[in-house]
């Protein structure tokens, strides 16, 4: 048997051959003539030449073999739904919305924009963009209409597909003001919005002219065929949109070919799933998870995914592991936070149902720490994998791959290095680091297939972001601190920008800044990610405001920041609410202007600040101390 450590070496020694063979995991309508080209690093094309479908590797060629098997498990435990879909049946719905695309004008190349909640039609959505030929830009629901409406203005969609609202814990979140509100903000406007009216918010405002109605377009649409756009491999099938440092996000561009190469070998070698059995994600399909791992991968693979739309807790906290029982679930995907909230409630939910068929489970999206994954795996008696990667690679970069070698799993750490990344630790200087030395993770290229192609509408972006680390060599970075031990275990260490994590959801902490000192009343502010119990992290503001008159009382204080919460909800969403906003009359800063974040953080999150001999103003930290209620020794 192969070892994991040969397996990997093969795939870097010789990634023609290498991802050759995987390549056969795939329906491929035109064969490639060339497995690399390498021509112009750092930019790479895979199975140049060939021509496949993502639409028809994930539904026909599974409808053509085994028309009656479970494709898609919807199930809403906020509605009180759960319908399940044949491949036959999704193939079906899939080509109904492909036809309603192309009688708004839809066809290859053009952007369809998707803001919906965890429904069946927003799959139907996705993998009709993909038969077709066009490219979907999917927004996750949560996201306010300030950074919806800068996607619109990035990806120009020809098309928005959105619902009247989605449903979180109970209560019905509307989507179309927001829309509407985002339409109005952003310069591009798109000639259509097709709406899934879900009949949660009655009054929604219909734009005569411009919204259609999903329904009515469908029952004109019921016996549709629409055949398959074959597309050469380098051909972009989706654009999804990440946040970093410099305000405005980053469209990670991913091509076809590679991405489906990519996924179906991975679910064979890390995830071990096999057509006929049951996946499970619980992320949402506005997040890579979502997209790689519960529409593309499984589907590829043959298998029946499960949609989910709910919280861990409704109706009891044993939700996940009814719908594991009931549908034979045999690879489950989550996160740690997740994890992490189950972990308050009684583990009795956890041993209520048969697991028997649950081989592993996944958890990626931010740090797992030890003691989570120490609880969960005892409690579930089950292998939990934690794996590392990101929005821009598309699927894992660390992991163990027990598909290919069964090896010890430790707490903590997502493993070793997956094949055809040829991934490092790395010291400032570009030299590479020794065992237990801490560095920035990075991968030599060529990024292996299903990676980012480049950054939408900006080749010069996707390499001045990415691989501008060193003059020598040029390396990929991921941005992220990280470790190996002796062993060849890797261990993730955080940020090094300052993208914070929140509950596995990366934002930019310049976002939050710009939307805060949005507010009239605040002059300038800084904003740091600080250690968070369950979410991992959390976003904390420090801002000074223009006059000390508007935080005369601690009533006035009180107001102020709950304003400013408003502003951050508005203009990013909820996810993006600091969990505090301190008022300071001078942030702390080097001689030279610098804001000390690393020292803000620190002190926030109850460490060592480190030198601060080059502060300017040292009675700015003695402010921070007193906000943070932190009293000098």
Same mark, same amino acid.
């Given at each position: +048997?192969?070892?994991?450590? %040969?397996?990997?070496?093969?795939?870097? %020694?010789?990634?023609?051959?290498?991802?050759?063979?995987?390549?056969?995991?795939?329906?491929?309508?035109?064969?490639?003539?060339?497995?690399?080209?390498?021509?112009?690093?750092?930019?790479?094309?895979?199975?140049?030449?060939? %021509?496949?479908?993502?639409?028809?590797?994930?539904?026909?060629?599974?409808?053509?073999? /085994?028309?009656? #098997?479970?494709?898609?498990?919807?199930?809403?435990?906020?509605?009180?739904?759960?319908?399940?879909?044949?491949?036959?049946?999704?193939?079906?719905?899939?080509?109904?919305?492909?036809?309603? +695309?192309?009688?708004?004008?839809?066809?290859?190349? #053009?952007?369809?924009?998707?803001?919906?909640?965890?429904?069946?039609?927003?799959?139907?959505?996705?993998?009709?963009?993909?038969?077709?030929?066009?490219? @979907?830009?999917?927004?996750?629901?949560?996201?306010?209409?300030?950074?919806?409406?800068?996607?619109?203005?990035?990806?120009?969609?020809?098309?928005?597909?959105?619902?009247?609202?989605? +449903? /979180?814990?109970?209560?019905?979140?509307?989507?179309?003001?927001?829309?509407?509100?985002?339409?109005?903000?952003?310069?591009?406007?798109?000639?259509?919005?097709?709406?899934?009216?879900?009949?949660?918010?009655?009054?929604?405002?219909?734009?005569?002219?411009?919204?259609?109605?999903?329904?009515?377009?469908?029952?004109?649409?019921?016996?549709?065929?629409?055949?398959?756009?074959?597309?050469?491999?380098?051909?972009?099938?989706?654009?999804?949109?990440?946040?970093?440092?410099?305000?405005?996000?980053?469209?990670?561009?991913?091509?076809?070919?590679?991405?489906?190469?990519?996924?179906?070998?991975?679910?064979?070698?890390?995830?071990?799933?096999?057509?006929?059995?049951?996946?499970?994600?619980?992320?949402?399909?506005?997040?890579?998870?979502?997209?790689?791992?519960?529409i593309y991968g499984p589907l590829i693979a043959g298998m029946a995914t499960i +949609?989910?739309?709910?919280?861990?807790?409704?109706?009891?906290?044993?939700?996940?592991?009814?719908?594991?029982?009931?549908? %034979?679930?045999?690879?489950?995907?989550?996160?740690?936070?997740?994890?992490?909230?189950?972990?308050?409630?009684?583990?009795?939910?956890?041993?209520?149902?048969?697991?028997?068929?649950?081989?592993?489970?996944?958890?990626?999206?931010?740090?797992?720490?030890?003691?989570?994954?120490?609880?969960?795996?005892?409690?579930?008696?089950?292998?939990?994998?934690?794996?590392?990667?990101?929005?821009?690679?598309?699927?894992?970069?660390?992991?163990?791959?027990?598909?290919?070698?069964?090896?010890?799993? /430790?707490?903590?750490?997502?493993?070793?290095?997956?094949?055809?990344?040829?991934?490092?630790?790395?010291?400032?200087?570009?030299?590479?680091?020794?065992?237990?030395?801490?560095?920035?993770?990075?991968?030599?290229?060529?990024?292996?297939?299903?990676?980012?192609?480049?950054?939408?509408?900006?080749?010069?972006?996707?390499?001045?972001?990415?691989?501008?680390?060193?003059?020598?060599?040029?390396?990929?970075?991921?941005?992220?601190?990280?470790?190996?031990?002796?062993?060849?275990? @890797?261990?993730?260490?955080?940020?090094?920008?300052?993208?914070?994590?929140?509950?596995?959801?990366?934002?930019?902490?310049?976002?939050i800044e710009e939307a805060i000192q949005g507010h009239a009343a605040v002059a300038?502010?800084?904003?740091?990610?600080?250690?968070?119990?369950?979410?991992?992290?959390?976003?904390?503001?420090?801002?000074?405001?223009?006059?000390?008159?508007?935080?005369?009382?601690?009533?006035?204080?009180?107001?102020?920041?709950?304003?400013?919460?408003?502003?951050?909800?508005?203009?990013?969403?909820?996810?993006?609410?600091?969990? /505090?906003?301190?008022?300071?009359?001078?942030?702390?800063?080097?001689?030279?202007?610098?804001?000390?974040?690393?020292?803000?953080?620190?002190?926030?999150?109850?460490?060592?600040?480190?030198?601060?001999?080059?502060?300017?103003?040292?009675?700015?930290?003695?402010?921070?101390?007193?906000?943070?209620?932190?009293?000098?020794?």
């Open positions: +048997m192969t070892t994991i450590q %040969e397996f990997h070496q093969q795939s870097i %020694e010789n990634p023609e051959a290498f991802w050759a063979e995987h390549a056969k995991l795939v329906h491929w309508n035109k064969p490639f003539t060339q497995v690399l080209d390498f021509s112009r690093p750092p930019f790479a094309k895979w199975f140049v030449g060939g %021509e496949t479908n993502l639409c028809y590797n994930a539904v026909d060629r599974h409808a053509a073999e /085994r028309p009656n #098997d479970r494709a898609l498990i919807f199930v809403s435990t906020e509605t009180d739904q759960e319908v399940v879909y044949t491949f036959a049946e999704l193939r079906t719905e899939v080509m109904r919305m492909a036809a309603i +695309m192309q009688s708004l004008g839809v066809g290859k190349g #053009d952007r369809v924009l998707i803001y919906m909640p965890m429904i069946a039609e927003a799959m139907f959505a996705m993998l009709a963009c993909t038969r077709i030929g066009a490219i @979907h830009s999917v927004v996750f629901g949560g996201f306010a209409s300030g950074s919806l409406a800068t996607r619109i203005d990035d990806a120009a969609p020809k098309l928005i597909v959105s619902s009247d609202a989605g +449903m /979180r814990g109970g209560k019905a979140v509307p989507y179309k003001d927001l829309l509407d509100e985002a339409i109005s903000l952003a310069q591009h406007k798109p000639a259509k919005v097709l709406m899934v009216d879900r009949g949660l918010d009655k009054g929604f405002n219909k734009v005569e002219g411009r919204d259609v109605d999903y329904a009515s377009l469908r029952a004109q649409f019921m016996d549709a065929e629409v055949p398959v756009v074959w597309l050469e491999s380098s051909e972009p099938s989706y654009i999804l949109y990440t946040s970093g440092t410099t305000g405005k996000p980053k469209g990670v561009q991913r091509d076809t070919g590679g991405y489906a190469v990519a996924l179906a070998a991975s679910i064979k070698n890390i995830f071990c799933g096999n057509a006929g059995e049951t996946y499970f994600a619980t992320s949402d399909i506005g997040w890579v998870v979502g997209h790689s791992y519960i +949609m989910y739309e709910g919280t861990p807790l409704r109706p009891d906290p044993g939700i996940w592991w009814h719908l594991a029982e009931k549908y %034979e679930v045999t690879v489950m995907f989550s996160a740690p936070t997740a994890a992490r909230v189950l972990k308050k409630h009684d583990t009795a939910y956890m041993h209520k149902y048969d697991l028997s068929k649950l081989r592993h489970i996944f958890l990626a999206g931010e740090p797992l720490d030890q003691p989570t994954h120490e609880w969960l795996m005892t409690e579930l008696g089950r292998p939990v994998i934690d794996n590392y990667w990101q929005t821009e690679t598309g699927w894992p970069m660390l992991s163990a791959m027990p598909g290919v070698e069964k090896t010890e799993i /430790r707490y903590g750490t997502p493993s070793f290095p997956v094949y055809g990344y040829n991934l490092k630790i790395f010291r400032e200087d570009g030299t590479v680091c020794d065992v237990d030395e801490k560095g920035i993770v990075g991968i030599l290229p060529p990024l292996p297939p299903g990676c980012l192609s480049t950054v939408w509408g900006d080749d010069s972006r996707f390499v001045s972001t990415y691989f501008s680390l060193f003059r020598e060599p040029q390396v990929y970075s991921s941005f992220d601190w990280g470790i190996k031990d002796k062993d060849g275990y @890797h261990y993730i260490l955080g940020r090094t920008d300052d993208v914070i994590n929140v509950a596995g959801h990366r934002l930019g902490t310049r976002e300038e502010v800084a904003v740091v990610g600080v250690a968070d119990q369950l979410k991992g992290q959390m976003p904390m503001a420090f801002a000074v405001v223009k006059s000390a008159d508007s935080i005369a009382t601690p009533e006035m204080a009180a107001a102020l920041e709950k304003q400013i919460m408003k502003q951050v909800d508005d203009s990013l969403g909820a996810i993006a609410r600091p969990s /505090r906003v301190h008022f300071l009359t001078v942030l702390p800063k080097t001689r030279s202007g610098k804001l000390l974040r690393r020292s803000i953080q620190a002190l926030a999150e109850g460490r060592d600040p480190g030198d601060l001999t080059t502060i300017e103003d040292p009675t700015a930290l003695e402010q921070l101390q007193r906000a943070l209620g932190i009293s000098k020794s």
